[in-house]
Nanobody, 122 residues
Framework: VQLQASGGGLAQVGASLTLSCRTSGRPLPSYAMGWFRQAPNKEREFVASISWNGVGTVYSDSVKGRFTISREIAATAVSLQMDNLQPEDTAVYYC????????????????WGQGTLVTVSS
């Protein structure tokens, strides 16, 4: 299974970016999917997760109200709409899949994708 993330780049403070992630290889229809990020000189942290059917979502407090996670069930793809970006959102963002939204929130990740860099400048 491979998770391919895209959509990172440079953004100004207050701007928006959308990250996308598609799976290849074995389909993961029953897996929750989510995003983690790692800022320079910081530990990797949970950002958001969404259930296999797109109904349940979990967000970290730092992004709640600004980021929106969604997924295409058939395509096993997940997106992260990031609004009102702030400098502290600068990080490498990783797409993930796991057994459930709360599993991912606890860091229990089954599959990791490669990262995509988001840089927010003021």
């Amino acid at each position: 299974v491979q998770l391919q993330a895209s959509g990172g780049g440079l953004a100004q403070v207050g701007a928006s970016l959308t990250l996308s992630c598609r799976t290849s290889g074995r389909p993961l229809p029953s897996y929750a999917m989510g995003w983690f990020r790692q800022a320079p000189n910081k530990e990797r942290e949970f950002v958001a997760s969404i259930s296999w059917n797109g109904v349940g979502t979990v967000y970290s407090d730092s992004v709640k109200g600004r980021f929106t996670i969604s997924r295409e069930i058939a395509a096993t793809a997940v997106s992260l709409q990031m609004d009102n970006l702030q400098p502290e959102d600068t990080a490498v963002y990783y797409c993930t899949a796991g057994k459930g939204t709360q599993f991912l929130q606890r860091g229990e990740v089954t599959y990791w994708g490669q990262g995509t860099l988001v840089t927010v400048s003021s």
